[in-house]
């Protein structure tokens, strides 16, 4: 028993306290206000130290490096929605319209950002390239998405939010220019303090889990369905984002991508942004509606975080195996092993 609690990931024990603690005492009111403001600061935090520690050449790499980029988008506005509409299609009269709207409106929405991100480093991979490519797929979402809501689902209004715009520009993309701007004083630190990037790599998720949770407690979404239904969701749920966590596994690999590379682009192209997604759908689906759309993008962000916590757990251990037994780095074209 104790050896299989050694073996258990303790930043996957963090996160289902994290959970927990969202379920017992949610943050509502003035608390909730605050933790919003968490969010805010560790999302720009995170940017900060990554905008300090990635060289300039690096970001054009990730800008350059077209394949990842495309394969990357391919997987986030292509593959999700014919996995969205044949899933929705399968499930007619299984489970209600609103709940399958859900499932497809999750399936047509932009990456995550921090999460994706901050995985990718974890699973030390190709964080530049992900940083490209989570911040085109938000900032190209917030047109592409409705676009795509109102050509497949029935909406009240159409159009994209220029506040969306705005938040992707105050929290994500100044936070890093300031961070390049601040990476001939203290890159150099931060490289020599790995434990301080980590607990910022981590904690970020740690506090958007606490806040996402929270938030679906205090509203009520939790209690909208049955057990059993709110268990079916999740289980398609899970079974979307395992097709999608496997299909861009295997064709990154089969495409001849780096370990680095593949790590992008299965922590970019499998995850879907809640944060970018609920005030999407307050805007294009009627008030009444909203609840029971959401529902399954809450369960399924709340699934993205654990199973690519472990995911990303497994990868980065690998690669310090790597490390540690060999000192020369992989090759562009090296393919992690099976």
């Not at 969205?84 to 995550?112: Q, W």
Request: some cysteine.
């Amino acid at each position: 028993m104790f050896a299989m609690i050694r073996r258990v990931d303790r930043y996957l024990l963090l996160l289902i306290a994290t959970v927990v603690l969202a379920a017992v005492l949610p943050a509502r009111g003035d608390a909730a206000i605050w933790v919003d403001r968490g969010v805010n600061v560790a999302v720009a935090a995170l940017f900060l130290f990554y905008g300090a520690r990635l060289k300039p050449e690096a970001i054009w790499g990730g800008l350059s490096h077209w394949r990842l980029q495309a394969l990357i988008f391919a997987s986030t506005y292509l593959l999700f929605p014919l996995v969205g509409l044949a899933v929705t299609f399968a499930l007619r009269g299984v489970l209600s319209s609103e709940v399958r709207a859900g499932l497809l409106f999750l399936c047509l929405l932009p990456s995550t950002v921090q999460s994706s991100i901050a995985f990718t480093s974890i699973a030390r991979g190709n964080v530049a390239g992900a940083l490209c490519a989570a911040s085109l797929s938000n900032m190209l979402g917030v047109i592409i998405t409705p676009i795509l809501v109102s050509q497949l689902l029935p909406v009240a209004s159409g159009g994209f939010s220029l506040g969306a715009l705005e938040d992707i520009a105050m929290q994500i993309l100044l936070p890093f220019v300031v961070g390049q701007a601040l990476r001939p004083l203290i890159g150099a630190w931060l490289m020599r303090h790995p434990l301080l990037t980590m607990v910022v790599d981590r904690g970020s998720v740690l506090v958007v889990v606490y806040a996402a949770f929270s938030a679906g407690m205090v509203a009520g979404i939790w209690y909208q369905l049955s057990p059993a239904s709110i268990v079916a969701v999740l289980a398609v749920d899970l079974a979307i984002l395992a097709f999608v966590l496997a299909a861009t596994t295997v064709v990154s690999r089969r495409l001849g991508f780096s370990t680095q590379d593949e790590i992008a682009i299965v922590f970019c192209g499998s995850k879907k942004s809640m944060a970018g997604g609920i005030p999407m759908a307050a805007i294009l689906f009627p008030g009444h509606a909203v609840g029971l759309i959401v529902l399954p993008l809450m369960l399924f962000h709340q699934a993205q975080l654990f199973v690519c916590a472990t995911l990303a757990r497994r990868y980065g251990a690998r690669a310090d195996a790597v490390m540690t037994g060999s000192d020369e780095p992989e090759g562009r074209s090296g393919v992690a092993p099976a």
